[in-house]
């Protein structure tokens, strides 16, 4: 399942303009992240299908791994979630499961803009278990303990590494990249790739973070999100109008 690198950023607030700017750089992938954002559903509904026209991949981020949050990503044609805070391999098989249609999961099924506002063909539901990804985000010691079985569930995708929390929750504080942080990074995408399933993370914007991701040949890497980049932006033109 590994190739070329593709390159993530997460959006925080509702700005279209952003994904505009982001789709004519060059980024690949937009992750709308429900979980520390300030993003609705009723945002997520137009911003979804906003962006898959303008060419990006597009990811939500559920605010939790509840039932609700995740169809409803699904339902307004995500191309895949992320679920944070799983704490267990059992914990994982529960909330993946509503990602997937019966008999992989218990997704339920309602009416809206995948189906084309129209009816179901029996091979549908198949078909969109596979067009759609389901990421199990392992931050927790408990899901850093059972990677292995995580990934090895058939209604996850692929794994996608939470180092800042996975670091506080193992008690290094905040993540820096060390030693021990590149271990549990190789650990994780180790688990994922013994399963032949996806693996991802973020620090795409930061040099040992980006070699420890290419050196497990990530799947994609998060470069920031809107706000750090509107917050770069408006410092480098205030260097630039200062002269410096």
């Known amino acids: 399942m590994a190739g070329k690198l593709k390159i993530a950023f997460w959006l ?13 750089t060059g980024y690949d992938i937009v992750i709308l992240d429900m979980e520390h954002g300030v993003l609705c559903v009723h945002d997520v509904d137009r911003l979804v299908p906003f962006c898959k026209a303008l060419g990006l991949v597009t990811y939500v981020r559920t605010a939790a791994p509840e039932r609700a949050p995740i169809q409803q990503a699904l339902d307004a044609g995500a191309d895949g979630v992320i679920l944070p805070q799983i704490q267990s391999a059992a914990h994982a098989a529960e909330v993946t499961a509503f990602a997937k249609f019966a008999p992989a999961g218990s997704r339920g099924m309602g009416f809206s803009r995948i189906m084309d ?12 278990n596979a067009a759609t990804v389901c990421y199990a985000q392992v931050e927790t010691v408990g899901a850093l303990q059972e990677a292995a079985e995580i990934a090895a569930l058939a209604t996850v995708d692929g794994l996608f590494l939470g180092p800042s929390d996975l670091s506080m929750a193992r008690g290094r504080g905040p993540n820096r990249w060390a030693k021990a942080d590149v271990e549990d990074l190789n650990r994780v995408a180790r688990a994922a790739r013994k399963a032949g399933k996806l693996f991802a993370t973020t620090g795409a914007e930061s040099a040992k973070s980006r070699k420890a991701g290419l050196d497990v040949s990530a799947d994609f890497l998060t470069a920031g999100d809107n706000l750090s980049a509107l917050s770069a932006g408006f410092d480098q033109l205030l260097r630039a109008a200062k002269g410096r």
């Open 12 to 24: 925080e607030t509702d700005s279209q303009h952003a994904c505009e700017i982001a789709a004519r």
């Open 117 to 128: 506002y129209a009816g179901t063909p029996r091979t549908w539901p198949e078909k969109q």
